[in-house]
């Protein structure tokens, strides 16, 4: 009844844009902060558009994001180091400006979750199957407790756990393989499901039994041509199709 091969055991959902509504909040951190500071290099800098988010920082650890996005602009800056204040010039500091902005957003509006995903989680847990969110953001124990559905995950693979067990970054399987051993799982047995085109493609990688592409912004397409196995535009349509 959840759309999936039957040898399914466990589910693995990215958190933003998969499960709640905080990629929006993200996107528009990322482009605040790489307009200020392209800004203050230039004036007549190209601003930070949606095919950059998506080509170069969605679905990726942060100081991962900053490097990719300043090189597709030919910028290089120095690592610099983790009490680099939000203003340096450094890629720890555009990622703490970044991280600065998205921390207000959520403690000023809280997190808004997508129904449909909602749905599609209590069914799989009401199936019997294992749960776990992989992400790259590292406030994701907060992002699932603000939201209220850490009941119904098993296991969390957020930046924080990345950090601490030196895992590679989207588009890497990394996380995803960690989110598989936390349940006690081959990546045979579980679903990725993703909606950042470096998430489907680490999907791919890590040879995971089946990969749902979530499409909230219109590339269908590319996410089938990074490995999804079948795309939807929010997962209780997977619920749906078996009915």
Known sequence: MLGLPDDIRACLFDLDGVLTQT?????AAWKRTFDEFLQGRDPSAAEFSGDDYNRYVDGKPRKDGVRDFLASRDITLPEGSDDDPADAATVTGVATRKNQLVLAELDEHGVQVYEGSMRYLRAAKAAGLATAVVTASANGGNVIATAGFADLIDARVDGLVAAAEGLRGKPSPDPFLAGARALGMTPAQC??????????EAG???????????????????LREHGADVVVQDLDELLEAQQ
Request: aromatic share 8%.
């Open 23 to 27: 990629a929006k909040v993200h996107q």
């Open 204 to 222: 791919r990688a890590g040879d995971f039994g089946f990969v749902v592409g979530v499409d909230r912004v219109g590339q269908a397409e590319a």
């Open 191 to 200: 679903v990725v499901f993703e909606d950042a085109l470096s998430g489907v």
